[in-house]
């Protein structure tokens, strides 16, 4: 090749990588745009979010092709910003500190992208959503949806049903359920039901639900608001029926994940738990380090201190800049009398998230106090001095 041809061949590769290095600009200009918004969010702010939100594409969706009545259309239309801040706010499960948003994900391919945030609640427990994004002709970013995982469902669709049972008119009700071949009586059977949810009236939903045909208990937005409802009451004989019922009408679905395991942690079915947030993981296409700790807190408590050692280092892995990880994999090598490598755990815990780990602060912890007179930690807090 002679100077001419290697000079022809050095622009022609410096214009194939200029678009790429453009591209990766606008995506990390974009990225950090989203993660203002859900700063925003964290701060208890909403004036990101709704700026970044397609508003206009939102109620489309909302409103779907679903019989919603026209004043209750024109009531959430005309108060739309405060009704989208409520539905958002009250999809989350009930914390005793600040719900925080991190961004796990983010991806732009064309004029189309992805986000996945998780939401940490008090006790250990996560929401995660979705969020569908669209680059307008200006190429501004614009959230047009989201799954929330925690709810079971895409938000356009939850919010288009709270919608419908507002006022859940015979025809809406037919419309909403996929069995079409229904009578009078059992239409208007749902149609209660609804009203029933929509009133948070327990007591009248179950001794309406009761009374349903088992094809309409298949149904699987009734599936859901049986288990919402069994909830809220804390029956644990309806719960058990509830998750029974779901996971018939929706087996294997990522999206009733988290719901299940806040049942199967309590009743011990931790195998049960594991297998759920594995599923939880697939429909999120990827591990991050909540979901890994939580299969580790579970093997624990089955006993299996070799697979919570995996699943807690493969969230150290996967997200070594989350506490829980290494507070995870602490206990887990603990457990596992692997004192050695638990003092590991230890360093990165005062290192990089400002534990003071002394033998009286070990020692107040039924798990961790068998440590503190252990040699391999008595010489690793000696190298620390």
Not at 48 to 76: C, M, N, W
Not at 309 to 317: D, K, N, S
Not at 333 to 344: I, L, P, V
Request: charged letters at 30%; one cysteine or more.
């Amino acid at each position: 090749m002679n100077c001419v041809q290697k000079l022809a061949a050095a622009i022609a590769l410096s214009l194939l990588l200029v678009p790429a290095a453009m591209l990766a600009d606008e995506q990390d200009e974009l990225r950090q745009e989203f993660e203002a918004v859900i700063e925003g969010l964290n701060d208890n702010s909403y004036d990101r979010f709704h700026r970044a939100t397609d508003k206009k594409s939102l109620r489309a969706r909302i409103y779907g092709s679903r019989l919603i009545e026209p004043q209750v259309k024109s009531a959430f239309s005309k108060d739309f910003s405060a009704s989208l801040e409520q539905m958002f706010s009250s999809s989350f499960p009930r914390s005793k500190k600040d719900i925080l948003g991190t961004v796990l994900d983010f991806k732009i391919e064309g004029n189309q992208g992805r986000a996945v945030v998780r939401y940490a609640v008090s006790g250990y427990r996560y929401s995660y959503h979705v969020y569908e994004l669209q680059l307008d002709s200006r190429r501004r970013m614009k959230i047009v949806d989201w799954i929330d995982y925690y709810q079971g469902g895409r938000f356009s669709e939850e919010a288009g049903d709270a919608l419908v049972m507002t006022m859940p008119t015979t025809a809406a009700t037919r419309q909403m359920l996929k069995t079409k071949s229904l009578g009078e009586r059992e239409v208007f059977q749902v149609s209660e039901l609804f009203k029933a949810v929509r009133d948070n009236k327990a007591e009248r939903f179950f001794q309406i639900y009761d009374d349903l045909d088992e094809s309409l208990r298949k149904e699987a937005v009734i599936a859901r608001v049986n288990l919402q409802l069994a909830l809220m009451q804390r029956d644990g004989a309806r719960i058990e029926a509830a998750v029974q019922a779901l996971v018939e009408v929706s087996p294997d679905d990522p999206l009733f994940s988290l719901r299940l395991i806040e049942y199967y942690i309590p009743v011990r079915e931790y195998q049960k738990a594991i297998d759920a947030l594995s599923r939880l993981q697939q429909g999120l296409g990827f591990k991050d380090g909540a979901t890994e700790s939580l299969k580790a807190s579970a093997a624990l408590a089955m006993g299996n201190t070799e697979e919570a050692e995996e699943y807690a280092l493969q969230a150290t892995v996967v997200e070594p800049t989350l506490e829980l990880s290494w507070w995870s994999l602490l206990r887990a090598r603990t457990r596992a009398k692997d004192y050695s490598g638990a003092t590991e755990a230890l360093a990165r815990l005062e290192d990089d998230f400002g534990h003071d780990l002394d033998p009286a602060k070990l020692s107040r912890d039924r798990f961790l106090k068998v440590l503190a007179d252990k040699q391999e930690y008595l010489d690793w807090r000696a190298s620390r001095q």
